[in-house]
């Protein structure tokens, strides 16, 4: 097979780069007249059933009980408690605040990997890494650093540190499960499975009453919609193809691009704040990552 043309790389990467990056804002909307868990989990099952579908009618194997196994699991952290925390967290924290929350996330998974059995000591620029993302986040959600109109209540902020720590926690097991379900695949049943938490939590929760089809404005649909056909069915099939035609390395650059496009769109759009304190603390934040990004590329010592 012929390595993909500089083209295809260059559209793929600005697809993971501005349509992640958007998704938050995505969500946002969609929140404002649609419950958070059961939006969520409609998009997740219905991109889920358009992707198997076309694995299957390009020939693709049905999932053993193993993949199935794991894909729920990793799908039950990365979008049950990750992506459908994140639109209950959206409905009263601003798009560009919370990927910036969520743009510090490596640092949880720092500890993680430090902490798993067997797990690998951070080196010093892990550390340096670490202890400057926490003085990033120290910055934006600090004594002053927002006005006090804009300022997130505590719960969003800690449903934000329960997603992130729920992201990690499948993005580590599913590095180290044995399954050997393809990047597509694997992520069309994480899709599915997770998709399928998010209304069992949604119902659970009583989110159900207030599904009122009749009151969801047309900026809701559309933003739903959005997130569907970009954040779903295009960015997660370009997100593994790049993963096999790529470096992790240069993939995981996403995250610390993601955060620039989210704050720019939730101020152009929906006049989200942008202080001095929330750009410098995007600054710090995303060099923190930068710095977590390329040590982690490099072979770490036993613990």
């Known amino acids: 097979m012929s390595p993909p043309s500089r083209t295809a790389l260059v559209l793929a990467f600005a ?18 007249t649609m419950p958070p868990f059961i939006m969520s989990g409609v998009r997740f099952v219905f991109a889920g059933v358009v992707l198997l579908a076309f694995l299957k009618l390009r020939g693709a194997p049905w999932p053993t009980g193993a993949q199935w196994r794991d894909q729920a699991i990793i799908g039950a952290c990365l979008l049950g408690g990750g992506n459908g925390v994140v639109a209950w967290a959206e409905q009263s924290v601003p798009s560009g605040l919370t990927t910036l929350i969520l743009g510090a996330s490596p640092l949880v998974m720092v500890l993680m990997e430090w902490l798993r059995p067997g797990g690998t000591r951070p080196t010093l620029m892990l550390w340096v890494g670490f202890g400057t993302g926490i003085l990033g986040l120290a910055v934006l959600l600090g004594p002053g650093a927002l006005p006090e109109d804009v300022r997130p209540p505590a719960a969003g902020l800690i449903a934000l540190f329960f997603a992130s720590i729920s992201w990690w926690g499948g993005s580590l097991f599913a590095k180290y499960t044995r399954s050997g379900a393809a990047p597509m695949l694997a992520a069309t049943l994480q899709m599915l499975c997770g998709g399928a938490v998010m209304l069992l939590i949604g119902l659970a929760i009583g989110e159900a009453p207030r599904v009122n089809l009749g009151a969801i404005t047309a900026r809701s649909w559309l933003a739903w919609a959005y997130l569907v056909v970009a954040g779903s069915l295009i960015a997660f099939p370009v997100y593994a193809w790049l993963l096999k035609n790529s470096t992790p390395a240069k993939v995981s650059t996403y995250s610390y691009v993601n955060p620039i496009v989210a704050v720019v769109l939730g101020w152009a759009i929906l006049d989200e704040p942008l202080t001095v304190h ?5 600054v710090i934040i995303v060099g923190a990552v930068a710095i977590i990004t390329v040590q982690k590329t490099r072979v770490p010592k036993p613990a």
């Open 15 to 32: 697809a993971i780069y501005l349509i992640w990056g958007s998704t938050y804002l995505g969500i946002r909307v969609a929140v404002e």
């Open 278 to 282: 929330i750009a410098i603390a995007a």
